[in-house]
Nanobody, 127 residues
Framework: QVQLAESGGGVVQAGGSLRLSCVAS????????TAWFRQAPGKEREFVAA???????FYADSVKGRFTISRDNAKNTQYLQMNSLKPEDTAVYYC?????????????????????WGQGTQVTVSS
């Protein structure tokens, strides 16, 4: 059974930083695609960042230049380094892994690409 467990969320002031982690069990991250999504209260879940099986990275325009996605396949762990946080980054952040090794580019921005999800970790940015 595949399980993804996020950690690292919390409360931070605007301009601060947080690093989220996601550990997988039951299945290795490699050779699949993985991503981070987020959902703010009253809003739909949205794409944040993805890293492909070939280690290409993709970002939402709203986080580009501030967030960095990375993955340590040896530790079966994915990270999201978040810098220069803004109040609008407040959301529950979810880790996701694709079922298939296929797909690339813009398809990795779609939540339908991912079949395995963590429970989420809350990030709150105060102004």
């Amino acid at each position: 059974q595949v399980q993804l467990a996020e950690s690292g969320g919390g409360v931070v002031q605007a301009g601060g930083s947080l690093r989220l982690s996601c550990v997988a069990s039951g299945r290795t991250f490699s050779p699949y695609h993985t991503a981070w999504f987020r959902q703010a209260p009253g809003k739909e879940r949205e794409f944040v960042a993805a890293i492909s099986r070939s280690s290409m990275t993709f970002y939402a325009d709203s986080v580009k230049g501030r967030f960095t996605i990375s993955r340590d396949n040896a530790k079966n762990t994915q990270y999201l380094q978040m810098n220069s946080l803004k109040p609008e980054d407040t959301a529950v952040y979810y880790c996701a892994q694709s079922r298939s090794i296929y797909g690339s580019g813009d398809s990795l921005r779609l939540d339908s690409k991912y079949n395995y999800w963590g429970q989420g970790t809350q990030v709150t940015v105060s102004s």
